[in-house]
């Protein structure tokens, strides 16, 4: 692949595409053969049946030919399984792919519906960069599984780490990006497991205090294990003539007594943690290929190590796991479930198999999913990585002394738009008490730079590579106020929900030490009110926001700022332009360059001439 070449990257996803599309037809192909040949088989086993039920041969001759047959049967069932299975999972490596090509070319209309994930309200910055939602950061990441990298990955984007931290993950993210196979298997097990609710995940990793109860009716257990031992005892005595049959009731309604006192807290609990049963094939799969792979980043290593300590691997567990969680299935068929509960307590030996399970694994499960979480969500950035090649690897310092806060960014972009179209700027934003004031008309760029500089800081804090050819900044609090708007239900005035956030944009930049400084982002200021208390109310918040230790960037159609008193001293103007053409097909043309000092003039005159709204006369 060509350094910084999209088109090389999406090649490459659609070569993947086609290779996993033809393995995927192959082995259907392979599936249908096997089929009939069950199905021959299976019929010639029912026709020499019917044959010797007709007198045609007899049961000696038939027999060795129709057992030789049901062992090349069972055979072809266990091939079937796993070319089938082999079948899914390079479909399902086709769609990843597929879908990896769109997310490259921001194809954001032909993608999947994006996972649900929200913001806790009043998040200071996640709806005004478009974290989430439809052609969001969010979608523009690799699949992650509902739980519990959906969380994990959720929140390093609305939380900034610091820097050993993202230094950490930077390691780990770089060493992914060339590993597509291994990514795109955690995207498979992402895939395959849906919308798995958390809450079982969250079951699985309380399951030992899902059983609790059972400390308090310690008896419970070994009376059952007694009943059942008993019951069985009696029934090869009746068998043997011994007993008379009688006699075998007395346990049995000892067992339907238990049933009666018991049964509702049992199903209970069997209730909370049998759901499982569907989700955990996928995470043992994905825990035993993780354990593995070696890795050389420490926290691969540290993560990948902790799902194989231990007595037994993470994978194995789950599975052992699952399979007494099937055992808790045959409740599901009344004809089956009654008579063994009534003459065994089936329920109880599950409970205490699953007592036994929690005993040896409980307090590792939640550790477990928490390191599958953290690996998937490495791999999501690392996937980010590898489809954007001409991004680039933050450097994230700490700031010792607070006057050296800055962002220094070259080249840097919007990461939501496609390379075709994205015109990356230099900027430079700090140090504490000066701001870029950014200048220019309608549609020039500004509100694309507020983003661009906003969603690169959140993804150089989450460890990710960036829509730049280099970031360099220390730990940095964004704050922001872009997408402000009115609220009826609350009775709430677009100025003053403005103002607001304004207060809370001013808090978090007076905060002080040991909190990093915030970077603050506005634009425009204070739309709800006239010009000339717009001009005051702006002044007076940004001299405020420059007496703090934070840094920031400020977008206005107002050019008087830049010539404020007490602004100018401590402002960087910049500003874009635009050229109006006295064309109707294209009477706008904008390059999104960002350039020094303040716009010479804005285009609404202009345009109102274009569309022929001035005045005739």
């Not at 478009?130 to 690799?142: E, N, T, Y």
Request: net charge neutral; aromatic share 6%.
């Amino acid at each position: 692949m060509k350094p910084n070449d999209p088109d090389a990257v999406r090649a490459a996803f659609a070569e993947r595409e086609r290779e996993f599309t033809e393995a995927y037809r192959l082995r259907e192909r392979h599936s249908s053969r096997l089929s009939l040949a069950r199905l021959v088989t299976f019929g010639v086993i029912v026709l020499l049946l019917i044959l010797v039920a007709a007198g045609r041969f007899s049961a000696s001759t038939v027999a060795p030919f129709v057992w030789t047959l049901a062992a090349v049967f069972v055979v072809l069932v266990a091939i079937h399984s796993r070319v089938r299975r082999q079948a899914a999972r390079c479909q399902a490596l086709a769609t990843v792919n597929a879908e990896a090509g769109l997310r490259s070319r921001r194809a954001w209309n032909a993608l999947p519906q994006v996972p649900q994930f929200t913001a806790p309200a009043g998040h200071p910055y996640a709806e005004d960069l478009g974290l989430f939602g439809h052609a969001s950061l969010w979608q523009l990441l690799p699949r992650v599984s509902a739980a519990p990298a959906r969380a994990v990955l959720g929140a390093w984007l609305l939380e900034p780490a610091s820097p050993a931290v993202v230094h950490e993950r930077q390691e780990a993210v770089a060493e992914l990006i060339p590993r597509s196979d291994l990514r795109d298997d955690l995207a498979v097990l992402a895939l395959w497991m849906g919308e798995v609710p958390p809450v079982l995940l969250a079951n699985a990793a309380r399951i030992g205090q899902t059983l609790d109860w059972l400390a308090h009716v310690r008896w419970l257990i070994p009376a059952a294990r007694a009943l059942t031992l008993a019951i069985i005892g009696m029934s090869v005595l009746i068998a043997l003539d011994t007993l008379p049959f009688s006699s075998i009731w007395i346990p049995v309604a000892v067992s339907a007594v238990l049933w009666i006192i018991y049964g509702a807290r049992v199903r209970q609990t069997l209730g909370r943690v049998d759901a499982l049963a569907t989700a955990l094939p996928w995470y043992a799969d994905a825990m035993d290929r993780l354990a593995k792979e070696e890795f050389s980043s420490p926290l691969l290593r540290r993560l990948a190590g902790s799902l194989e300590a231990g007595e037994h691997p993470a994978g194995a567990a789950l599975r052992n796991l699952r399979r007494t969680l099937q055992f808790a299935e045959v409740r599901y068929s009344p004809m089956l479930h009654a008579p063994l509960q009534l003459a065994g307590l089936w329920d109880f030996h599950v409970i205490s198999s699953l007592a036994n399970w929690a005993g040896k694994h409980g307090d590792a499960v939640g550790a477990w999913l928490q390191s599958l979480g953290e690996i998937e969500s490495l791999a999501a950035l690392a996937g980010l990585g590898y489809a954007n090649p001409a991004w680039s690897v933050p450097e994230l310092v700490d700031a010792a002394d607070v006057h050296e806060a800055r962002i220094e960014a070259h080249a840097i972009g919007h990461p939501l738009l496609a390379p075709e179209v994205m015109v990356a700027n230099d900027i430079s934003i700090g140090p504490p008490g000066t701001f870029v004031l950014v200048t220019g008309s309608n549609m020039s760029g500004k509100s694309t730079l507020l983003r661009a500089v906003g969603l690169n800081t959140v993804l150089a804090q989450a460890g990710a590579p960036v829509c730049a050819s280099a970031l360099r900044l220390c730990s940095l609090r964004v704050r922001t106020s872009i997408r402000v708007t009115d609220s009826l239900e609350d009775g709430i005035s677009l100025f003053m929900a403005e103002l607001r956030r304004l207060r809370s944009v001013v808090d978090a930049a007076e905060e002080p030490p040991p909190t990093p400084p915030a970077l603050y982002l506005l634009d425009e200021l204070l739309q709800g009110t006239n010009s000339a208390e717009r001009h005051e109310a702006a002044r007076t918040v940004i001299a405020r926001l420059t007496r703090s230790r934070s840094i920031g960037l400020v977008t206005t159609h107002d050019v008087a700022l830049a010539s404020a008193p007490e602004l100018t001293p401590v402002a960087v103007p910049m500003f874009f332009q635009e050229s109006v053409l006295a064309s109707n097909s294209a009477p706008l043309s904008f390059d999104y360059r960002l350039r020094s000092g303040v716009v010479p003039m804005g285009n609404a005159m202009k345009l109102l001439a274009l569309v022929g709204l001035t005045d005739p006369s």
